[in-house]
């Protein structure tokens, strides 16, 4: 007997069914009642009432808000421009022909297992004794006194620590496209006299857009909500210096500042909604394939 070629196995349903009511119970549902709570006055627990939009003008007008974007923007296009360089850096030199060359990579590969806030208390550690202490001994002042305190240093500490632990993720994407070069391509290269960066400015780079473009999008997302780091370093401060957007949320859901706080969470996911259309017409125009 023929099946109809609109016949679908009902082991379909039984598996699809049951994800997309988790999914909806979990993260659409909730989601649509902060966007609700986001028009209203609630503060966490109480009473509320309607206001409409007064919370989203609100949130134009206030500097420490617009503050933590800029901050978080500044931080995320940092982290993922170093990243992607010290990453492709070390995937060239993991890929090449060198003598113990499995063991090294395991090295390079363990900062990704760790948790972010244990890595980020043992650096706090790092930038507000050890470091301090060797820079006075040698006599360089600018690093005497912890970083971590210093309004116009403390983001680079961030920045160093994410890109610590971001780059061995990032370096496994390129190493999978660096091998999946052909050798024949840089054997031909090397008989038309082709030097090392010739090679990899006209071969390399263009054969692996694709994974650089992944390693962008991913990376890009990741860091604009970057969170455990922060909170480990320097709690946000000194001041707001260093107060990432989503550190600015989470406090207003324990603050009394829920609405206000979810709002400003709606006006988050809507940018970075437009940045992820942004990125993939530029992929779609660029013909990259992911």
């Known amino acids: ?31 649509l009642v902060g966007v609700f709570f986001s028009l209203t006055n609630y503060a966490g627990y109480g009473d509320w009432k309607f206001i409409g939009y007064a919370n989203y003008v609100n949130i ?23 990243v992607n360089i010290v990453a492709l850096a070390i995937a060239l030199g993991l890929n090449a ?30 930038f507000s004794n050890t470091l301090p ?19 116009n240093l403390a983001w680079l ?45 006209s071969l390399t780079l263009p054969l692996i857009l694709g994974y650089l473009v992944i390693n962008v999008i991913l990376g890009f997302k990741g860091f604009l909500g970057t969170y455990e780091i922060i909170v480990g ?11 990432s957007v989503a550190m600015r949320i989470f406090s207003g859901f324990t603050g009394g500042d829920y609405s206000y706080q979810m709002a400003n969470a709606v006006i988050y996911f809507l940018i970075t909604l437009l940045i992820s259309v942004i990125q993939l017409r530029l992929i779609q125009r660029r013909g990259v394939s992911l």
């Open 233 to 243: 370093l320097t709690g946000g401060g000194p001041g707001m210096a260093t107060q």
């Open 60 to 82: 134009f007008k206030d500097p420490a808000i617009l503050q933590s974007y800029i901050f978080t923007f500044v931080f995320a296009l940092t982290t993922t421009v170093v």
């Open 97 to 126: 022909k060198i003598k113990w060359r499995t063991g090294i990579r395991t090295v390079f590969f363990i900062p990704m297992v760790l948790s972010a806030l244990v890595v980020s208390f043992v650096f706090n550690y790092l």
């Open 1 to 31: 007997m023929r099946r109809s070629p609109r016949w679908i196995d009902p082991t379909y349903y039984w598996m699809v069914v049951p994800v997309l009511a988790l999914f909806a119970f979990f993260i659409t549902l909730p989601a």
């Open 157 to 201: 500490a961030i920045v160093l620590v994410t890109v610590w632990q971001a780059a061995p993720g990032a370096t496994i994407i390129y190493l999978a496209g660096l091998q999946s070069v052909p050798a024949e391509v840089y054997e031909a290269a090397d008989l038309d006299g082709a030097g090392s960066f010739r090679q990899f400015l």
């Open 133 to 151: 202490v060797l820079a006075e001994r040698l006599g360089f002042s600018p690093l005497a006194t912890s970083i971590l305190a210093n309004e």
